[in-house]
């Protein structure tokens, strides 16, 4: 039994048709109940392997078929894309998506830098509309004592003040006179 347990030659137990069950049965690679079943075992049907060749050759065959059938499908998918089909087709057109956008961003740039000039001619009138220089222009002049502080009214002025009067391009010293009620005639500034 030990020599059958160390062998690296596969061993079929047969022994035959005892009740008992012999130590080899468990040593051994395979057990047949007798030696008729050891044969058939151990040397297979020559028509069952060929049919089982047959039968696996069909399946790789099948297996093969699938894949190429899947991969030819695939193919053809991709070669009926627009892209592949016409590559030109669908460089023309990007390129005239491409001309659409920069179109549309030129319009746009225009657009808000129309508004942006409207914005600035209306703020450049508000501001010479609001600016002394334009008062002044109109025939308006800012009264100043010598330190530089503006004169409001005939009443912050002191008779014999020296006052700064500036108009538009140029300005004056004159000397304060008597100051007059509103609706007094004469003159009240020198």
Same mark, same amino acid.
């Given at each position: 039994?030990?020599?059958?347990?160390?062998?690296?030659?596969?061993?079929?137990?047969?022994?035959?048709? /005892? =009740?008992? #069950?012999? $130590?080899? *049965?468990?040593?051994?690679?395979?057990?047949?109940? +007798?030696?008729?079943? %050891? &044969?058939?075992?151990?040397?297979?049907?020559?028509?069952?392997?060929?049919?089982?060749?047959?039968?696996?050759?069909?399946?790789?065959?099948?297996?093969?078929?699938?894949?190429?059938?899947?991969?030819?499908?695939?193919?053809?998918?991709?070669?009926?894309?627009?892209?592949?089909?016409?590559?030109?087709?669908?460089?023309?057109?990007?390129? /005239? =998506?491409? #001309?659409? $956008?920069? *179109?549309?961003?030129?319009?746009?740039?225009?657009? +808000?830098?129309?508004? %942006? &000039?409207?914005?600035?001619?209306?703020?450049?009138?508000?501001?010479?509309?609001?600016?002394?220089?334009?008062?002044?222009?109109?025939?308006?002049?800012?009264?100043?004592?010598?330190?530089?502080?503006?004169?409001?009214?005939?009443?912050?002025?002191?008779?014999?003040?020296?006052?700064?009067?500036?108009?538009?391009?140029?300005?004056?010293?004159?000397?304060?006179?008597?100051?007059?009620?509103?609706?007094?005639?004469?003159?009240?500034?020198?």
């Amino acid at each position: 039994m030990r020599a059958v347990s160390a062998t690296h030659t596969p061993v079929v137990s047969a022994i035959g048709h /005892e =009740q008992d #069950t012999p $130590l080899l *049965d468990f040593v051994a690679d395979v057990r047949a109940s +007798t030696p008729t079943d %050891a &044969a058939k075992r151990s040397i297979p049907d020559v028509g069952e392997q060929l049919q089982l060749i047959r039968q696996l050759r069909d399946r790789g065959r099948r297996v093969i078929e699938g894949g190429l059938t899947r991969e030819e499908a695939w193919l053809a998918g991709m070669r009926s894309r627009p892209v592949l089909a016409s590559p030109l087709r669908e460089i023309d057109r990007l390129t /005239e =998506q491409i #001309t659409g $956008l920069r *179109d549309r961003a030129r319009r746009c740039v225009s657009v +808000t830098l129309d508004r %942006a &000039a409207d914005d600035l001619r209306h703020t450049r009138a508000r501001l010479l509309a609001l600016s002394p220089a334009t008062t002044l222009a109109r025939g308006y002049a800012i009264v100043q004592r010598s330190d530089g502080a503006v004169v409001r009214s005939a009443a912050e002025a002191t008779a014999g003040e020296t006052l700064r009067l500036r108009f538009a391009e140029d300005s004056m010293t004159a000397t304060a006179g008597d100051i007059e009620a509103a609706g007094e005639s004469g003159a009240g500034h020198e």
